[in-house]
């Protein structure tokens, strides 16, 4: 990510926080009064962006990656998260009944 990308994300951030309407031009005042030169069309995209977006939605997933295809996955409404999930799985495989030997057949090869 270059400057110019972070310094206009940082000043949407600001923008969207303090409850002022996204422009290009407020983001531009904002990067300048930061010192930061930025190329002329990074303001008008990251306006454009917090037009189309929900930029609450677009910070609740920052840390959820990115490049794959999306997911639906309901999370249980106790809260257990994906640990709980994972245990009962375990436990499935865990069940699967064991192999017989041959002592338990009554005879063996060598009888």
């Known amino acids: ?3 110019g990308e ?6 949407l951030l600001v923008l969207h926080d303090e409850g002022i ?3 290009p031009e407020k983001i531009a005042t904002l990067v300048k009064s930061a010192n930061v030169s930025v190329e002329s069309y990074w303001p008008s995209l990251f306006s454009k962006l917090a037009e189309k977006r929900n930029i609450e939605d677009l910070i609740m997933n920052a840390g959820s990656g990115g490049g794959g295809a999306p997911v639906a996955v309901s999370a249980p409404a106790g ?21 017989e030997s041959d002592d ?8």
């Open 79 to 99: 809260g257990g998260g994906a640990a709980a999930d994972a245990a009962p799985a375990a436990e499935e495989k865990k069940e699967e009944p064991k192999e």
């Open 6 to 11: 972070q310094a206009c994300s940082l000043a």
């Open 104 to 111: 338990d057949m009554g005879f063996s090869l060598f009888d």
């Open 21 to 23: 309407p996204v422009t």
């Open 1 to 3: 990510m270059s400057v």
